[in-house]
Structures are given as structure tokens and as C-alpha cells.
């Protein structure tokens, strides 16, 4: 089929769909400021003829109710090749139904499937369809949950270290909304313990700490190598992530939040990060991400992809800036379960081109996924 709308001339987005799928962890996990025991993955599908591309973000089962009646009737019949113009008819369908949230989530699983769409059309790799500016994408392992003993986080952060030979590694802090000070200064000495002294060692407040504790905590963070400390204060808190960044050594980041263009241009004209952070599957999709990155680049700023470690991994090849991609336990795990063609961080890098396939390579597999479906 010929493009009907959208302006452009070529094959036709003619079907949109979404499922969603909770899938229990494995153990409970829990970081500064929320505890969960399991994660809603949220898959949309959109197909042209016989190719179908395939986007997810992770959020809440009602986001499917937002790609089913507000987002597919702005998507179906225009061109596959004209992304950047669904999203912008998504971004304006959505106006009154509040940005920020599910909603974002929903936007951005559209796009990154439509993007999907168009390199499988052109039996591109993804990477390739975007510019690659690098073969290898850095990773760093992140998990460290509060809730897990001393056992449980030397065994993983050994995991990262030692099996799999990535160098750089992450633990949350911040526990019981930064009540738990004593604990958080052990379970720091403890990682660097467990890795030694070559492998960067990252931390994760998650908004936990207000400023000045922030500031005082990162002295401990000093005496034991810590190099990046994200989110010491609330994401939404500039003035204060820019106040912490100002008096620590340690690199300040955040933004995982981001759910609009806007959001970043914020972040960084505050001067509150060393490094920005956004999530693909949040910020309106490849489309808003590329932007956020050369918004990041033009700042002098690198950028580091959030979470969903395999969705992301073609994107943070195409910019000059990134810094890493986040290697997060609970997504590869979830992505491991439900997905073929998933990457292997051997060695601390990911290569997202190196198997040849179209599209971002990864497939459902609908049978296992199935047990999980719960909309």
C-alpha cells in the first residue's frame, strides 16, 4: 500500500496494537524511594504489509489503553518512512490528556516500534538506518537493590565484574528515603570490596537525600572511588542537583525522568548534571532521545541511555556524546525471558550491529510471554 497521510509516498502503517505483560522478580527489590516485587512490560507492534516492528517501554498495564484510543488512529495509514511525523501528530493528540507518565510511555513504545518498522522495511539494521557513530556501546551492571543482604550484592556485583568483565558497576543508596545513612556508608565500602580497585564503582540515590546530605554523604563516597553519583536529589529539584554537583567531586547525573524535549533543555540550562540521562522508552522515543543527545553534545555534555538495555542499544550507537548504556538487572532479565536476539555485555560492551539483523533484532516470543499477559 501508498502512504494516504503524513505527506509521504511509500508503504503504510496499517495495523497498531499493544499487550501487557507483569512479570515478578525474582527476589524483592526495592532503591531509595520505591519497592516493587514485579514490572509491567508494555509491547506494541505495528505492521506494513508483512513486516511488523515491535517497540516497548515499561510503565503500567492502562498504557495500552492510551496507544489503543489515542495514539494508533494518528499512527494507521500514514507513510512508514515519516516517523518524526507520527510523533509529532502523537506529541498533539495527547495535549489534553497530560504528557508526563503512561502517556509518554505509550508515545515512546509507538515510536521506537514504528522506528523498528522502517529499518525492517529496509532490512536495515537499526544502526545503520540511524547513523552508527561507534560498533560497541559501553555498558555498566546496575542492580545493588537496598533490600538485598550482603550476600546478594557481592554475588551480583562479582557477577558484572569477574564473570562477565564489565568494568563499570551500580548500587542503589539513598534506602528508606535517605533514613538509613549507616547502611547506605556499609553497603558502599562493601561494593568496592567486592569489586576492587579497577572497576569503576557507580551510585544511585534515586532522589533519596535532600541537598546538604547529599553533599555530606559524598565524602564518604570520595574515600572509596565513587565516580558517579545519580539523582542525590529529587530530578525535579535543579537548583539542588546543580548546588550538589557544584560541591562534590563525584559526577552528578539525572533525567531518567525525562518525558519531553523541554524537560532536558531544562536540566542542562540549570547546570545541574554532569551527565544526562534519558530513557528511550519515556521521552517520546528514538525521535526525542536523538534530540535530547544533541541537546547534551551542544552543552558539552555526554549522555547515558536509561534502563531497557536492548532497545536502546542502536540509538546510543549513533551519537558521538554517549557515555554508557545502563545494564539494569530487572530489564535484562525480563528481556532474556521474552525476547529473542538479546545482546551479550561480555567483555562491558554491547555490539548492536554485530549479528546483521534488520530492525533492533529482537523478537517476541509470544508463548512464553503469554503467562505474563495481563491487557
Known sequence: MTARTGGGTGPVVE??????????TGAPEAD??????????????????????LGYTYGAAPTTGVVDALLAPRVRGRCAWDVPAANEAMARAVRNAGRPGLVAGALS???????????????????????????????????????????????????????????????????SWGAAEDRDRERV???????????ELYVDANGA?????????????????????????????????AAVRAAVATDVAAGEYGYS??????????????????????????????????????AGIG??????PHVHAHVAA??????????????????RMLFDGVLDPQGGSVRPTAAGTAGHGLTLRRGDAEAYRVA
Open 109 to 175: 513504545a509507538v515510536d521506537l516500534a514504528l522506528w523498528d518498522l522502517k529499518a525492517r522495511l529496509l532490512d536495515l539494521p537499526l544502526a545503520a538506518l540511524l547513523g552508527a557513530s561507534r560498533s560497541e556501546v559501553p555498558v555498566y551492571g546496575s542492580g545493588g537493590f537496598t533490600t538485598y543482604d550482603e550476600a546478594a550484592q557481592d554475588r551480583q556485583l562479582r557477577t558484572w565484574a569477574e564473570d562477565q568483565g564489565i568494568p563499570r558497576v551500580k548500587i542503589k543508596i539513598g534506602e
Open 32 to 53: 531509595g524511594t520505591l519497592a516493587w516485587k514485579a514490572t509491567t512490560l508494555v509491547v506494541v507492534r505495528v505492521r506494513s504489509g508483512s513486516t511488523t516492528g
Open 318 to 335: 549513533s551519537v558521538p556524546n554517549l557515555r554508557h548504556l545502563e545494564w539494569f538487572h530487572d530489564h535484562v532479565r525480563i528481556e
Open 15 to 24: 495495523e497498531v496494537g499493544a499487550a501487557a505483560y507483569t512479570v515478578p
Open 209 to 241: 537525600y535532600g541537598p546538604k546530605q547529599a553533599v555530606r554523604m559524598a565524602r564518604h563516597l570520595d574515600a572509596h572511588g565513587v565516580t558517579w553519583f545519580e539523582e542525590p536529589v529529587s530530578s525535579d529539584d535543579l537548583a539542588g542537583l
Open 189 to 199: 565500602a562493601r561494593a568496592r570490596r567486592s569489586v576492587g580497585d579497577r572497576t
Open 261 to 298: 524535549l523541554p524537560y532536558f533543555h531544562h536540566m542542562l540550562a540549570a547546570g545541574a548534571v554532569d551527565c544526562l540521562q534519558a530513557d528511550v522508552t519515556r521521552c517520546g522515543g528514538i525521535t526525542v532521545w536523538l534530540r535530547a543527545a544533541a541537546l547534551a553534545e551542544a
Open 303 to 308: 549522555i547515558s541511555g536509561h534502563c531497557a
